[in-house]
C-alpha cells in the first residue's frame, strides 16, 4: 500500500480529569492504573468527543486505548462507539510509571529532584524515566505503521493516553530534541493534539505545545505545527 493509505488524521487525547488530579494522596492507597475520572472528567471527555466527532467527519476511528481506569473512562465517555468499533487496549501508551503505592511526600521530593535532574532523564525509584517511556513509545510507533498497511486501515486514528505520554509520542514521531521536549507542559484534561496530513504526506500539529520553560525551537522543531 502507498502513502495515500496513511490516516488523514492522528488525535491524540489526555484522559478526563481524575480523581488524583485533585488529590495526590489518593496514589497512597489507590494504584495508578486504578485512579478513576471525576464526575468533572466525564463532562470534560464528552464535550471532547463531540469536537473529535466533527474532526473526523463521523468517520470510522481505529482507536489505541491505555489500559488505565481513566484512560478507558475517558474512551467511554467520548461517545464515539459508533465509529470506533473495537478498540485496542495498548500497555505501551500507559502512564510513566511512578511507583506502586506511593509515598505522597516522597514523591514531591522526586518531583523537585526530577525539576532539576530533567524531566526526560530523571528516572522515579521503583519508577521509571521519561527516556524508559519514549523507548516503548518507540514501539508501539512501529506496530501502528504496520497497521496503517492493512487493507482496513482508517482515515482517522485515536490514541488515548496520558500528558508525558503524549509529549513523546510527539517528540519521537517529530525528532524533537531533549531540550525541546524539556521545556513542553502537558496539555490539560481531555485536551487534545491532532497530526494533519498535509499535501506532501507528512504531518504537522495542528497548534503546538505550551511552554513552562525557555526555548527557542528549532526550525525543524517548529515546522512540526501548522
Given at each position: 500500500m502507498?502513502?495515500?493509505?496513511?490516516?488523514?488524521?492522528?488525535?491524540?487525547?489526555?484522559h478526563?480529569?481524575?480523581?488524583?488530579n485533585?488529590?495526590?494522596?489518593?496514589?497512597?492507597?489507590?494504584?495508578?492504573?486504578?485512579?478513576?475520572?471525576?464526575?468533572?472528567?466525564?463532562?470534560?471527555?464528552a464535550?471532547?468527543g463531540?469536537?473529535?466527532r466533527?474532526?473526523?467527519?463521523?468517520?470510522?476511528v481505529?482507536v489505541?486505548?491505555?489500559?488505565y481506569?481513566?484512560?478507558?473512562q475517558t474512551?467511554?465517555?467520548?461517545?464515539?462507539?459508533?465509529?470506533?468499533g473495537?478498540?485496542r487496549?495498548?500497555?505501551?501508551?500507559?502512564?510513566?510509571?511512578?511507583a506502586?503505592?506511593?509515598?505522597?511526600?516522597?514523591?514531591?521530593?522526586?518531583?523537585?529532584?526530577?525539576?532539576?535532574?530533567?524531566?526526560f532523564?530523571?528516572?522515579?525509584?521503583?519508577?521509571?524515566s521519561?527516556?524508559?517511556?519514549?523507548?516503548?513509545?518507540?514501539?508501539?510507533?512501529?506496530?501502528m505503521h504496520?497497521?496503517f498497511?492493512?487493507?482496513d486501515?482508517?482515515?482517522?486514528?485515536?490514541?488515548?493516553?496520558?500528558?508525558?505520554?503524549?509529549?513523546?509520542?510527539?517528540?519521537?514521531w517529530?525528532h524533537?530534541?531533549?531540550?525541546?521536549?524539556?521545556?513542553?507542559?502537558?496539555?490539560?484534561?481531555?485536551e487534545t493534539?491532532?497530526?494533519?496530513?498535509?499535501?506532501?504526506?507528512?504531518?504537522?500539529?495542528?497548534?503546538?505545545?505550551?511552554?513552562?520553560?525557555?526555548?527557542?525551537?528549532?526550525?525543524?522543531?517548529?515546522?512540526?505545527?501548522?
Amino acid at each position: 500500500m502507498g502513502l495515500s493509505h496513511r490516516p488523514l488524521r492522528i488525535a491524540l487525547i489526555r484522559h478526563g480529569e481524575s480523581e488524583a488530579n485533585l488529590d495526590k494522596t489518593v496514589y497512597e492507597r489507590t494504584p495508578d492504573h486504578a485512579v478513576p475520572l471525576t464526575a468533572l472528567g466525564h463532562e470534560q471527555a464528552a464535550k471532547a468527543g463531540r469536537e473529535l466527532r466533527e474532526l473526523f467527519e463521523n468517520e470510522p476511528v481505529r482507536v489505541y486505548v491505555s489500559p488505565y481506569l481513566r484512560a478507558r473512562q475517558t474512551l467511554d465517555s467520548l461517545g464515539l462507539d459508533d465509529l470506533i468499533g473495537v478498540p485496542r487496549e495498548e500497555p505501551r501508551l500507559r502512564e510513566q510509571d511512578w511507583a506502586n503505592l506511593q509515598d505522597t511526600a516522597d514523591i514531591e521530593r522526586q518531583e523537585e529532584l526530577r525539576d532539576s535532574f530533567g524531566h526526560f532523564f530523571y528516572r522515579f525509584t521503583h519508577g521509571e524515566s521519561g527516556s524508559d517511556v519514549y523507548d516503548r513509545v518507540s514501539t508501539f510507533l512501529e506496530t501502528m505503521h504496520r497497521d496503517f498497511e492493512k487493507p482496513d486501515a482508517a482515515r482517522n486514528v485515536l490514541l488515548v493516553s496520558h500528558g508525558l505520554t503524549m509529549r513523546l509520542f510527539c517528540m519521537r514521531w517529530f525528532h524533537w530534541s531533549v531540550r525541546f521536549f524539556e521545556s513542553l507542559r502537558n496539555p490539560a484534561n481531555a485536551e487534545t493534539r491532532v497530526l494533519l496530513r498535509q499535501p506532501d504526506f507528512r504531518y504537522k500539529l495542528d497548534r503546538p505545545f505550551d511552554q513552562w520553560t525557555p526555548y527557542e525551537p528549532t526550525e525543524p522543531e517548529r515546522s512540526a505545527w501548522l
